[in-house]
């Protein structure tokens, strides 16, 4: 049984038990991660999300990892298609690495800025299902319709929520 | 009653979230200016493991709006590769390569003091596999206490590694002629306290056996210029790290370098990569690389490490502060992946196919700068990495008057990389190097690519919190 849609999957199946173990930099004096700041692990809100996202994150057969360069670049946001061909090695989605049913997964991640579970979520659903950027940062453009409740889940706690605010 | 850790309320969290899944959250004790900065996954499957070394923190601008590298392998089961001689693989040089990945690995585990059954547990897991193919050797920083490497393990950590490394390679591969005065590139997304005596020391490492007179290091660090009109504009310098004083201390003793970016169409995002490699330039078209060092470590004493005299122990050591890995790239190790019968091979692929059946096996295998141009006009005469048709075209391409494999590494930075141009008062910061004020007198000005004054608006979350961005900047690079 998947626990995790999208990229990362812990698989439990017969008497295997999976295992995360994460090593991490706490922050310090910042907010404490409760469960509701961990990413909904079920996938019940993709009907609320957007359909290149929903289609992005359904497509990644594991069996085409690229293995033909040793060195290869993250896909980036806001560059020429040319420049995050991932057959040229400039296109690595992280989705395809994790891919998978995976029995034990040691992760090792820098964390001390951000509250952990928003870091950890994309390391278990690598799905990057995060605000649109361009609204991040252009408050002055008119509104579009976000979905919300798969969003507002990597707020860090205590923030307002910014929907209820005018545009 | 006693409030429970953060990272105990981490673990809370998550289990409940990951209803059957066991989760152990450790933060590991680092020393002061140290931090836990490793970027890795290991991935345990039925039938392998998948190591990932990357250099992005987990938060979404570095995921999607900076340049991030990373090098994955996967690796099959000790039990598989059993009684597999050269015969089996068609690699008879194998066993002439020193195989030391698992041994990195192991130690690195080592050094987290993980719970006694988590470390046990992840020490077997790693050992289940065989490491024979790796594609480069590992190269890992870990603290010890009191923070430092003595006797045996003087060597074994930090840029000692990758000079132990280079001096092995160079011993029993040897490099071409130009490799002796081949420049040496430091690129990073921090800056440390760097001193011409701790250059010197880098150069000793990334240049074992060259004079230091003939070496220079060019250090690639991007100007204000270039953060300002980069994605995420003056934010995304919060994660390109340096006073004002480090970065004018390196200006006087490096030769500092634009980030560029443009090779790859990377000139708005940002580096967040740490890479250190030599190049040569041969002709107009092709810039040879004989090795490439991948890793999560910036320019600094805590990250690669330092060689201190010790009184009181009355012996050189060697200082580590932070938790780091790295892959040394060699060609040599690539070429003997390539040529072995676990070439291509994914432990998720559900039919075990390796690309090796079928597949014309190169002598030697030569690393290039990935370009656009040789990218394009290899298109028509790409190697066919394997005879099956659902296998996606490789960018390598076979040199045939040598049958040497040419494989691009796609560098967004230009080689040579491009100095900073000469100081002008017109369109200032296209000279400065980028540094992160730590007063608000001394801010940078004008508007960044996102219409915003500095210090700018983001958020780690890609979500900007109305009202509270600007403190968070702050608070964020004054922690």
Redesign the interface.
Known sequence: MNLIRGGGLLHRSGSIRPRLLLTTTMGEGRQRATAEDVVDLTGEEDVDRPADKRARTRTHPPSCLDTSLPFQLFRTRGIPAEYNDEQQGLGFDMEKAVAGEIKFAFVSVRHRWVPSCDALSLTLDVRLNLRPPELSHRPDLPRVDVPRPALLRYRHRGARDEGAEPA | MKEP???E??R???T?????????????T?PEYG????????????RGI?I?I?T?????PD????????????FPLKTATEGEGDEGNGNADADERPQDFEAQLLAYVDH?S?PAA?AS??KD?IRLHDYTYA??RLAVSVPSKPWEHKDGDYMAFGHHRVRKILQEERAAAGFEDWYESAPVVAQGSSLGSLSARYVDDLLASFAPGSSKDDVALELIWPTVSEVQHA???WFGGGSVCATSERANKARQICKLHKWGGEV???Q??LPH?KTYLRYTCVGDDEVRLPW?F?S?MNASKAALGEAVNSKKYGAQLFRVLS?E?GIV?LPRY?LAWRRSAWF?W??????GRSRARGQRKPDAVRFVQ?S?SA?QSSQSSQLS?SSESDT?????YMDEGSNTLV????L?FSLPPRPYPPATTADGYQDTPWSQPTELANVWHGKDM???LYPG????????????SESLWWD?FS?
Not at chain 2, 407 to 410: E, K, Q, R, S
Not at chain 2, 457 to 468: A, D, E, F, N, P
Request: aromatic letters at 8%.
């Open positions: 850790s953060q990272h309320m981490l809370r969290a998550l409940s979230a990951l209803a059957g899944v066991d989760v152990s959250v450790v933060a590991p680092v931090t836990h900065h490793s970027k890795v996954f290991v991935l345990q499957y039925e998948r990932v990357h992005a923190n987990l938060v979404y995921f999607c709006n900076k340049s991030q590298s990373v090098y994955y392998q996967d987290l993980l988590a547990q992840l897991v594609r480069g994605i995420d504009g790859t169409g990377r708005r995002a990569m490439v991948l999560s938790f890995m790239l690539e291509g994914s432990c998720t692929d559900a039919s990935w656009k990218a990495e996606p075209p490789s960018p390598c494989v691009p590494i796609p967004p996102l219409g915003n608006r983001g958020s780690y979350q890609g979500l900007v919190q109305k009202g509270t964020m922690s």
